[in-house]
């Protein structure tokens, strides 16, 4: 649930037609696995309710469209694995969100990310924190926060545990106490990439050739979107040649696979870079970081390019970069900013 909160008012907003058009091009939605299935709506309405707030319901659901959904199909059709959950945070959350907070005059938008926000009074910077439950710290989806942003924004479960606060809503009678995490891409419940975009676009996707780092054919492919880096499984190589897709090419139609050492990298290349703790990284500085949401985070040496470009260089080779995934950078607690991997 979402709240813009003036003082002691509050809005909660959730797009009921965003998750029509969801439901009507998914076929459905597995409200145990989703984010964003029409109880979530219901469920926020009777939770405003329950302790005497206003409740709105705002439609993005063009925006969302936009700047989400087309996105992540964009991105698999060029050989790219996006997060589509960052999109959201950045393009309706927190912009298409934050324009409506102003819009009806109130100061801050209160969410149910595990994160904090600080004010760094030397810096004169607000700094983006790691939620204090380790295991629920959601800093790595909200790297593209910007300092007004973060300004008027609220995480008031970034210093409790998850069992805290199912507490708290089990205490106050609240009817999602004991809901489930959402695991899910709310438009896409089963799981099934290559089947929504393909039921999207409204074409099949095109069969090319498996090919080995030589060229040399290997066997086919049903179609580029139906891979991402580093998958073993569902190639329909025999499964004793241990083969992954090292790589995938749009302009040839072609998927590469190789060994799994292959996979590994020790640097790579990041645009569309946001930076919060600091404006710019001119120099190398000693940091963590991260390539995935559910990775671990790696000791790494990161600066800018003279472009604005983001290059970080491992310690020791990372498995499978891919393509289209953010790389987060931390120092400490303290997220420094990051971008999407080139």
């Not at 029509?20 to 709506?41: N, P, Q, T």
């Not at 659901?61 to 959904?69: A, L």
């Not at 060229?215 to 179609?223: A, S, T, Y």
């Amino acid at each position: 649930m979402i709240g813009l909160k003036k003082r002691n008012a509050g809005i909660s907003a959730h797009d009921d037609y965003m998750k029509k058009a969801l439901i009507a091009m998914s076929g459905g939605v597995d409200r145990e696995k989703s984010c964003c299935s029409l109880d979530d709506v219901e469920d926020a309405r009777s939770v405003c309710y329950r302790i005497g707030i206003r409740y709105y319901v705002f439609n993005f659901s063009e925006r969302f469209k936009e700047d989400v959904m087309e996105r992540f199909v964009r991105a698999y059709e060029n050989g790219c694995t996006p997060n589509p959950c960052i999109d959201c945070n950045r393009y309706l959350k927190f912009d298409k969100l934050f324009q409506r907070m102003k819009e009806v005059g109130r100061d801050y938008i209160v969410t149910g990310h595990y994160a904090r926000v600080e004010y760094d009074g030397d810096k004169r910077r607000y700094l983006l924190k790691k939620a204090l439950d380790d295991n629920k710290d959601q800093s790595y989806v909200l790297y593209t926060l910007t300092q007004e942003q973060l300004a008027h924004v609220s995480f008031p479960l970034g210093k409790l545990t998850k069992d805290q606060v199912r507490d708290i809503a089990k205490r106050h009678g609240f009817i999602n106490a004991r809901k489930h995490d959402s695991q899910d891409i709310c438009f896409v419940p089963d799981g099934d990439y290559a089947g929504f975009i393909e039921k999207y676009t409204g074409h099949e996707s095109v069969p090319g050739d498996f090919v080995d780092k030589s060229g040399n054919i290997l066997g086919r492919h049903k179609g580029i979107i139906h891979y991402t880096l580093g998958q073993r499984r569902g190639l329909g190589i025999p499964p004793a040649s241990r083969l992954y897709v090292c790589g995938i090419s749009p302009k040839t139609n072609q998927v590469v696979l190789g060994k799994e050492e292959e996979l590994f990298s020790w640097e790579l290349t990041a645009g569309e870079v946001n930076l919060i703790s600091c404006e710019s990284l001119p120099e190398p500085v000693k940091l963590k970081a991260k390539i995935r949401y559910r990775h671990p985070e790696e000791p790494a040496t990161a600066w800018q390019t003279p472009d604005g470009k983001l290059h970080v260089k491992f310690d020791r080779p990372q498995r499978a970069i891919t393509k289209g995934q953010a790389v987060v950078l931390y120092d400490g607690d303290e997220v420094i900013g990051g971008g999407v991997i080139e």
